[in-house]
């Protein structure tokens, strides 16, 4: 299947919601750790998408989406509402590509625009998190994400038991902090 992928800010309509909750939902089922358990339905996916998309209309995050045609095939989240001390910073965040598009650039695609999003919006540090068993280290790590290191037990995964995280870091843009 060859990926036509357009990337996009999203906004609060009720396809983007839909779509949003339906890959929230599929990614709780498939294991992964993105903070949720299983089963999860459509209707707390959606109420999670409600909040994260008034937040996105409020300045304080963006919500990316990679569409071949009409599908959503994977979200990341930049999240720019920051303490007043971290001005400079941002996470990314819910990270999800549909399983039959993964190992496609779905994800590094995201990615590189939440980067670039990023730079656009002043910060110069980005910050994520990974979960230790199943998850996306070897995608943020070829992505030139340093290790910063690993809590252990810090969360349950969807379908129970314990996993860590490993924590990430990396500078974007052309300054790199204030001293």
């Known amino acids: 299947m060859k990926l036509e992928l357009e990337i996009r800010p ?3 309509t009720p396809d983007t919601r839909t779509q949003l909750a339906a890959l929230l939902v599929e990614t709780v089922a498939g294991g992964g750790s993105v903070g949720f358990m299983h089963p999860l339905t459509l209707e707390a ?4 998408w409600d909040g994260a998309l008034a937040a996105a209309a409020r300045g304080e995050r963006i919500i990316l ?3 071949d045609g009409a599908q959503l095939v994977g979200t990341v989240t930049l999240i720019l509402n920051t303490p007043p001390n971290q001005p ?3 996470e990314i965040a819910k990270m999800m590509t549909r399983p039959q598009w993964r190992g496609q650039g ?3 695609a995201l990615l590189r625009e939440a980067e670039a999003l990023a730079v656009q919006n002043g910060r110069t540090m980005l910050m994520l998190d990974t979960a230790s068993d199943e998850g996306a280290a070897g995608l943020y790590e070829s992505a030139g994400y340093t290790f910063a290191g690993e809590l252990p037990d810090y969360a349950l995964k969807p379908h129970g038991g314990l996993t860590g995280t490993r924590l990430y870091w990396k500078r974007v843009g052309g300054e790199t902090g204030q001293s």
């Open 45 to 48: 996916a959606a109420a999670f």
């Open 88 to 90: 400079h910073r941002a």
């Open 10 to 12: 999203l906004t609060a």
């Open 106 to 108: 779905a994800a590094s």
């Open 65 to 67: 989406g990679g569409w």
